[in-house]
């Protein structure tokens, strides 16, 4: 994985095999769309984040504040100088959901385990049941670093100044033909189809069948070659509620190296909704 712009980011489940009983400085994270999964078996060493309980803020539609964070953190025995391996079910998308987290709220070292929950299963590697407890963390609350997240009004400001955005979401959400994924509960948008000018790159593209990122070469013909983006651009990109662009995100910032690219975690659950603002439907117009 020396291939990729930050490949200290990306580990294998060799390396968290070899690594996991390292406790006093590594605490494994499972973060997953289905949260039941994790009780039915989980890496040994690895606590749970649940990505709307835990990190969500329980009234307002933003996340927990930075003291909150650091409760949550010093709760699951996470310090300032730990490093935070997450892992999770989906391709990763909740992990990459909760690394993109962890790096709004400034965590240093945090990684992703490539291959997600279901490479660990695939070997055969163990899981067990129990929840295990470590002596409580010491965390620092930090400000948010709000350059890796957008909000309704600066993707607005991008679309008047013709700024990169990229929809991440199935071909039939994009269109406008669905308005939400197929099996997956309706959000509250009221309209289908996506931001004006938007390419649409779909998460998937970057995974391969096991689950795993594909090669630097690889991912750059698909966003470099074939999308004609660079590593300058100011990019935002977004789904339905930011997870699954979360994943775009950690590929072209960590995987690719661009240098200026934002969640748009509000994503088209906001902008479906939002009274006067743009939309368009069917295929690209380019």
């Known amino acids: 994985m020396a291939e990729y712009?930050?490949?200290?980011?990306?580990?294998?489940?060799?390396?968290?095999?070899?690594?996991?009983?390292?406790?006093?400085?590594?605490?494994?994270?499972?973060?997953?769309?289905?949260?039941?999964?994790?009780?039915?078996?989980h890496i040994p060493e690895a606590v749970k984040v649940d990505w709307q309980t835990d990190l969500q803020h329980p009234v307002i539609r933003d996340y927990i504040d930075k003291e909150a964070f650091a409760r949550l953190c010093e709760e699951r025995?996470?310090?300032?100088?730990?490093?935070?391996?997450?892992y999770?079910?989906?391709?990763?998308?909740?992990a990459c959901y909760a690394f993109w987290a962890f790096?709004?709220?400034?965590?240093?070292?945090?990684?992703?385990?490539?291959?997600?929950?279901?490479?660990?299963?695939n070997q055969n590697l163990p899981v067990e049941k129990a929840v295990p407890q470590y002596p409580r963390g010491r965390y620092r609350p930090r400000d948010r670093d709000l350059s890796i997240r957008a909000f309704r009004d600066q993707v607005l400001e991008h679309l008047e100044r013709g700024g990169k955005l990229i929809d991440v979401r199935t071909k039939g959400e994009y269109t406008g033909e669905l308005l939400h994924m197929p099996?997956?509960?309706?959000?509250?948008?009221?309209?289908?189809?996506?931001?004006?000018?938007?390419?649409?790159?779909?998460?998937?593209?970057?995974?391969?069948?096991?689950?795993?990122?594909?090669?630097?070469?690889?991912?750059?013909?698909?966003?470099?070659?074939?999308?004609?983006?660079?590593p300058d651009d100011d990019i935002i990109v977004y789904c339905r509620i930011g997870e699954r662009s979360s994943l775009t995100w950690f590929v072209l910032t960590y995987l690719l190296g661009f240098k200026r690219v934002r969640n748009y975690d509000g994503s088209w659950t906001e902008w479906g909704n939002l009274v006067g603002v743009p939309i368009e439907k069917g295929e690209a117009s380019s």
Request: glycine share 10%; with cysteine.
């Open 5 to 41: 712009a930050h490949p200290e980011v990306l580990v294998d489940v060799e390396w968290v095999l070899e690594h996991r009983k390292e406790v006093d400085r590594i605490r494994i994270v499972e973060s997953d769309e289905d949260v039941l999964l994790y009780d039915m078996g």
């Open 103 to 121: 790096k709004m709220y400034r965590h240093a070292d945090c990684r992703i385990m490539n291959g997600g929950r279901q490479k660990w299963l």
């Open 88 to 94: 999770g079910d989906k391709n990763n998308w909740w």
């Open 183 to 230: 099996d997956y509960p309706q959000e509250g948008a009221l309209r289908g189809g996506h931001i004006p000018g938007a390419l649409h790159i779909p998460w998937q593209v970057a995974i391969r069948d096991d689950g795993t990122f594909k090669s630097r070469e690889e991912l750059e013909e698909i966003y470099i070659g074939q999308h004609g983006l660079s």
């Open 77 to 86: 025995g996470i310090s300032d100088d730990t490093t935070v391996v997450f």
